[in-house]
């Protein structure tokens, strides 16, 4: 068996010791530790926190040799057991990577255990030692021998599994509860003291229950969900609760999370803020990932390889339409209402329109040039791509509201008939569009080709009108009007942080990083100040600094139109036809 042993060596200095013993090594055992974390699409080079290798067989040190980034040979000798020291270096607080401090420790397997090359589908052990006094242990991956606190060993099946336990240490909270008959627990780290606990248990229930429910639908309204249907024994939620973040990666059953404290429940608080709704919404599109994406998973990621990108076109499926359902969970499991929930969708749609990028790359593409692009942003990013997220989810969004109006099915149906025909497994494009001929009755390939694979606007105002829902238009803000992004505050005044494609300030001349001093013989603090010292429709001295220097641009404002009314807001119709009204509620209700 592989054995990996991991041991706190000095928190202080956030390094672990890690120890690799390889039982009968080939005779150039080669290891390698992944350049990438399955469900972050980027390559993040984990490697450049490893130091201080040293191989030995017995008693003796052999030769350990570095090929590349990210591989090494050991030369061994006879069948000895091989065993590989190193430090690792861990100070990422994201859910990604690796994390130790005095109080506290969290790793991904990707960060931490070498692969020895060749033995990847071998059973492989993950020893906890060396740990603080106090200190407790929050895992699903299957205990060996441990003790209550959670120390001892642990063992996978193969690498895989052992990469996708992610691991809690130190001293947090914990409770637990059930849901359809499985086992749940949640740990939260550096939460304050008037956190809710009683209350987050309640409300993740609540929605693991409905999810749960989503999947594997009762045979009637008393049945009860067998737990063999559920694809997992036990799930363990690990929140970080910090000063500022907000973010989440899946696993097969658990997940890793990271959210402002200020937005857990407060003990006495009953109320619901906009960061508590973030926070379930963000747990009930993690808990989503544990059928679509884990299980139903591209047919690409069949067998990953971690040494190197994985492509795939189908991330706007895989993340777009769990993004459809995290806040759509929210309000069929009563956690918000119908108004809150259409504001969250009203948020999306305005960050799809806003984005010139749409217009230019559709979601497929974007999700084959994620590992270039949505993990590597910049002041261009909104003009040449779009979020496989946001529009993905506004895609799912569309063919939902297109088959329901269509009285012949539904997405919950398509999502469901292809959990039931791939049993679980990897899926295509083809198997996406099979699913929606047979739960619409017809083709969907013009929508797909349209919505998916290029860059036609989504006829989103039509269709929700359909189901009783307004579509309200604002008159757009002075930065909308320019075409520009701002970053506005007393200490650094006006920043520019985003010159869109075909708008009034690239036209001008702005460029990402120009400070905005004043327009004509005034001093400007605020842009939309802007308004009350010039007539639209005529042209108007900018003054901005760039890299030191003074410079003044020439900035026409255009007179308002009637395509500057660019922010959406969505209500439910106080009047609609009761066709409308029952549409509402079927899909609202789920």
Not at 112 to 126: I, N, S, T, V, Y
Not at 337 to 354: H, Q
């Amino acid at each position: 068996m592989i054995t990996h042993s991991i041991g706190v060596e000095d928190p202080s200095a956030h390094l672990y010791r890690v120890t690799l013993t390889v039982p009968r090594p080939a005779a150039r055992q080669r290891l390698s530790l992944p350049v990438w974390i399955p469900g972050s699409y980027l390559v993040r080079e984990f490697a450049r926190h490893l130091s201080a290798l040293e191989a030995r067989q017995g008693r003796r040190r052999i030769l350990l040799e570095q090929i590349d980034k990210t591989t090494w040979v050991a030369a061994c000798e006879g069948r000895g057991a091989l065993r590989l020291s190193y430090l690792v270096y861990a100070f990422d607080t994201s859910v990604r990577a690796a994390y130790l401090d005095p109080s506290r420790g969290f790793f991904n397997g990707t960060s931490m255990c070498l692969r020895a090359e060749g033995f990847e589908a071998r059973p492989q052990r993950l020893v906890l030692r060396s740990l603080p006094r106090g200190w407790e242990v929050a895992t699903t991956l299957p205990a060996l021998a441990v003790n209550a606190a959670g120390k001892g060993s642990y063992q996978a099946a193969d690498y895989d599994e052992l990469v996708d336990h992610p691991v809690e240490m130190g001293k947090f909270w914990r409770g637990r509860f059930v849901a359809c008959g499985i086992a749940h627990e949640f740990v939260v780290a550096g939460a304050l003291p008037d956190f809710d606990s009683a209350r987050l248990l309640a409300d993740v229930q609540r929605l693991c229950e409905h999810e749960i429910g989503f999947w594997h639908p009762r045979a009637g309204p008393r049945a009860r969900i067998s737990s063999k249907e559920i694809p997992f024994r036990r799930y363990l939620f690990m929140l970080n609760a910090v000063d500022e973040g907000h973010g989440g990666l899946e696993h097969r059953s658990s997940t890793a999370l990271i959210a402002s404290r200020r937005n857990l429940p407060r003990n006495g608080d009953a109320s619901s803020s906009d960061g508590y709704v973030s926070l379930l919404g963000l747990i009930a599109h993690e808990y989503f990932h544990s059928w679509n994406v884990k299980r139903l998973r591209p047919a690409q990621f069949q067998s990953l390889d971690y040494a190197r990108e994985n492509y795939t076109e189908l991330l706007w499926f895989f993340e777009g339409f769990t993004s459809y359902y995290d806040d759509l969970t929210l309000v069929r499991s009563s956690m918000i209402d119908a108004e809150r929930y259409l504001g969250l969708l009203g948020k999306t749609i305005n960050n799809v329109l806003a984005t010139p990028g749409r217009q230019v790359q559709s979601v497929a593409q974007a999700s084959f040039d994620a590992w270039t692009k949505y993990y590597r942003a910049d002041e261009n990013t909104p003009n040449a791509t779009i979020s496989y997220y946001a529009k993905g989810s506004l895609v799912a969004l569309a063919l939902d509201l297109t088959l329901r109006a269509g009285r012949t099915g539904t997405l919950d149906d398509v999502m469901r008939h292809l959990w039931r025909t791939s049993r679980g497994g990897p899926i295509s494009r083809a198997d996406i569009g099979a699913a929606l001929r047979s739960v619409g009755r017809r083709s969907f390939e013009k929508e797909l080709t349209a919505w998916v694979d290029g860059v036609r606007e989504l006829p989103l105002q039509d269709l929700l009108q359909s189901f009783g829902v307004e579509w309200q238009v604002r008159p757009a803000t002075l930065a909308q009007r320019l075409g520009v992004r701002l970053n506005e505050s007393a200490l650094t005044g006006i920043k520019v942080t985003h010159v869109l494609r075909g708008g009034v300030a690239q036209q001008a001349g702005l460029a990402a990083g120009d400070e905005i001093i004043g327009l004509g013989a005034w001093r400007l603090r605020r842009l939309d100040d802007a308004l009350r010292l010039f007539e639209p429709g005529r042209a108007a001295p900018l003054l901005v600094a760039r890299d030191q220097r003074i410079m003044t641009l020439k900035l026409l404002v255009p007179k308002l139109a009637d395509r500057d009314n660019a922010t959406v807001t969505l209500r439910v119709a106080a009047k609609a036809p009761r066709t409308a009204f029952g549409l509402r509620q079927a899909w609202l209700s789920g």
